[in-house]
């Protein structure tokens, strides 16, 4: 997973709260106006080190999405270490607890949840090892169990970490979607993307390549029903990265043979999901 590109209304305070908050770094770009290296005006892009993260794009006169509209779930950001991702839930509390929604443990990871300022859902988590992971056949044995924050960050937080929480790697780890109907989304992600399915619940999907637990997941459980997105605030673009030139186009005849249109713009194959949301795909 590439970074996930953000439409929004106030991109000095995303851009504040990214920073200061999540402790990610300015990559490219400089709010309202653009920087040297970075000829997109009102485009940042955010991340750890040179790993983009977010991609904040200004786009004042679109609506906030509805309720009920497909979208964007949550982005999901991968810590190396329990270290890590602890310094960065002091933060979250020190500095932004009130948009603080919660936290499980999902028995392949440890993960906890929060809305950035303009309702966009955020999930931070580590890994536990994947000898530790449990699969029944092809599915992954996920769950949602208590996790309490205040003895995780009790138990893991360190000086160094607190010191400089930007300083440890972290990446994109999933991309959660809401979408209108699972099936629909089976066929999309699975069918013509190529992705494997790795777990289903309820109202929700879950899909991954080389054997991860997820890098992508549908749900219904707010958008059940929903059709095509207005262009609203919010998602504006996932981005996957694949390991060579022959796996994407071997994306692009599958999509043509599920009968999904797409285009090439010298830098990546573009496309949308049944429910409009852009998903771009490049050789990383």
């Known amino acids: 997973m590439d970074a996930v ?18 402790s990610l770094n300015v990559i490219e770009g400089n709010g309202r106006t653009s920087a040297a290296n970075d000829k ?3 485009v940042v892009t955010l991340g750890r080190g040179m790993t983009p993260i977010m991609v904040l794009r200004h786009e004042p006169n679109l609506p906030f999405a509805q ?25 979250v509390a020190k500095l932004a607890g009130s948009l603080y929604t919660g936290s499980a443990d999902h028995l392949v990871s440890e993960a906890f949840y929060l809305n950035d300022p ?9 890994d536990r090892p994947r000898d530790q992971w449990n699969w029944d056949g092809a599915s992954v044995v996920m769950d949602s169990l208590w996790l309490d924050p205040n003895k995780f960050v009790q138990e893991h937080v360190t000086q160094e970490a607190l010191d400089a929480p930007e300083a ?16 629909a989304a089976r066929t999309f992600y699975v069918d013509a993307l190529g992705f494997e399915a790795t777990s289903e619940m309820p109202g929700a999907l879950f899909v991954a390549a080389g054997g991860y637990h997820h890098h992508m997941a549908m749900n219904v459980w707010n958008s059940r029903g929903a059709g095509p997105r207005a262009s609203s605030l919010g998602l504006g673009e996932v981005s996957i ?6 796996e994407l186009a071997a994306l692009s005849d599958r999509l043509k043979l599920g009968g999904f249109s797409s285009h090439h713009d010298g830098a990546a194959l573009h496309f949308e999901d049944p429910w409009k949301n852009k998903i771009a795909v490049s050789v990383g």
């Open 168 to 183: 440890e790697e972290a990446k994109v780890g999933h991309v959660h979607l809401q979408v209108g109907d699972t099936k």
């Open 5 to 22: 590109t953000l439409y929004v209304r106030d991109i000095d305070a995303m851009v504040e709260f990214y920073t200061k908050v999540i």
């Open 40 to 42: 997109r005006e009102g």
């Open 241 to 246: 990265l694949v390991p060579n030139n022959d």
């Open 67 to 91: 309720s009920g509209q497909a979208g964007l779930f949550h982005t999901a950001i991968l810590f190396e270490s329990k270290a890590a991702l602890a310094a960065v839930i002091v933060r």
């Open 118 to 126: 303009e309702g966009n859902g955020i999930e931070l988590y580590w």
